[in-house]
Each structure stands twice: as C-alpha cells, then as structure tokens.
C-alpha cells in the first residue's frame, strides 16, 4: 500500500501541464483510483475509460485536474506494480470539493456508464491531502 501512496504522491504533487487544468489551492486534495477491469472487459473498453476520464470528469466545476492513464511498460524500480488497467488523480481544493464531485451529475454518469466494468474487489481509492 506504501508504494501505492509515493507513486500517488508524487504524480499528484507535479505541477500540471495542460492548458485545461485549473489552478490547485496550496491546500489541494489528491483522489488517486486504480482500476482493474472485469475479465471479460473488451480491450477497446480501457481506452474509452481513459477519454471519459478526461471528457467527463474534468468538467466537474470541484475538480482542478485529471490525470489518467495505463501503467508504464518499462519499470524504474522492481516495486513498481503494473497489476491495474487504469489510475486516475482527480485533484480538488479539499474535502468539500471531494464530495462535490463524488455527488456530480457527471461523476455519476461517469460511474453508470463504466462502473460495471470494474473489478470492485480490485478497487484501489486513495485520498491524501497535499503537504504544505
């Protein structure tokens, strides 16, 4: 769980590059989710997670930024853990805008259209808050 936590932490704590993100407060909070799909999930499936991730959930007016994607194929460490399909860090100002976007019309939407294809059993959710 521990190296889950530092590869959340220091991707969340990197200055965002896209021109779409908003600014984070200096008090920001990390959402970090890894998830791993059903077996039976179709390939394409993976992909249209992603561009939802982006399409969808960055809408959220709580959300500040959104970074999602598979994990690496080359391996910086032997810790390094590959066992997900997809990891996402929503990040929001605090714990009022966590449950902004969890109550969102687009988080549910989101969560309705792809939920059935996650592995709940493999859910990984993690939330921290930036240190200061």
Same mark, same amino acid.
């Given at each position: 769980?521990?190296?889950?936590?530092?590869?959340?932490?220091?991707?969340?704590?990197?200055?965002?590059?896209?021109?779409?993100?908003?600014?984070?407060?200096?008090?920001g909070?990390?959402?970090?989710?890894?998830? @791993?799909?059903?077996? &039976?999930?179709?390939?394409? =499936?993976?992909?249209?997670?992603?561009? #939802?991730? !982006?399409?969808? /959930? *960055?809408?959220?007016?709580?959300?500040?930024?959104v970074?999602?994607?598979?994990?690496?194929?080359?391996?910086?460490? @032997?810790?390094?853990? &590959?066992?997900?399909?997809? =990891?996402?860090?929503?990040?929001?100002? #605090?714990? !009022?805008?966590? /449950? *902004?976007?969890?109550?969102?019309?687009?988080?549910?939407?989101?969560?309705?259209?792809?939920?059935?294809?996650?592995?709940?059993?493999?859910?990984?959710?993690?939330d921290?808050?930036?240190?200061?």
């Open positions: 769980m521990y190296r889950y936590l530092t590869l959340a932490a220091v991707l969340a704590c990197t200055t965002p590059t896209l021109a779409e993100d908003k600014p984070v407060s200096a008090g909070l990390a959402h970090v989710v890894f998830f @791993k799909m059903k077996a &039976d999930t179709p390939a394409a =499936a993976v992909d249209e997670v992603i561009a #939802d991730c !982006k399409k969808i /959930l *960055a809408k959220i007016p709580a959300v500040r930024s970074k999602v994607g598979r994990p690496t194929k080359e391996k910086a460490e @032997k810790f390094v853990k &590959d066992d997900y399909d997809v =990891a996402l860090i929503v990040m929001v100002d #605090d714990y !009022k805008g966590l /449950l *902004a976007y969890h109550k969102d019309p687009l988080h549910l939407k989101f969560v309705e259209k792809h939920g059935k294809l996650f592995d709940l059993d493999t859910l990984r959710v993690f921290f808050i930036q240190a200061k």
